[in-house]
Nanobody, 125 residues
Framework: QAQLAESGGGSVPIGGSLRLSCATS?????LGWFRQAPGQGRELLAA????????YYTESGKDRFTISRDTAKNMVYLQMVNLRPEDTAVYFC?????????????????????WGQGTRVTVSA
């Protein structure tokens, strides 16, 4: 059973930056960062595996977001820059075990099994 815990959310001005952290425990294969804006479903931003392969970014996550991992600390990060009001959401890290599918094949929230409690990001003027 894996456990995930996000941290690093908060309020930032438009154009600001923030780094979210996800502490993990338990055996997992892939980790993804999702976000959920009010009234919307959870959307994947980026994902990475523990085995050193390249990260995967969705259209929403590319350009301004960078996912990274620290295997020694069992941590995954999401660096966000040039934040906009539409980035306001609850951000979740999620994980799944090895199932033979690539990161690009598993992009829905339902594809991930383990979830953190989320951390809120608010971007305003």
């Amino acid at each position: 059973q894996a456990q995930l815990a996000e941290s690093g959310g908060g309020s930032v001005p438009i154009g600001g930056s923030l780094r979210l952290s996800c502490a993990t425990s338990g055996r997992t294969y892939a980790l993804g960062w999702f976000r959920q804006a009010p009234g919307q479903g959870r959307e994947l931003l980026a994902a990475v595996t523990w085995d050193g392969g390249p990260a995967y970014y969705t259209e929403s996550g590319k350009d301004r977001f960078t996912i990274s991992r620290d295997t020694a600390k069992n941590m995954v990060y999401l660096q966000m820059v040039n934040l906009r009001p539409e980035d306001t959401a609850v951000y979740f890290c999620a994980a799944r075990r090895y199932d033979g599918f690539t990161l690009s094949q598993m992009t829905s929230a339902g594809d991930y099994v383990y979830w953190g409690q989320g951390t809120r990001v608010t971007v305003s003027a």
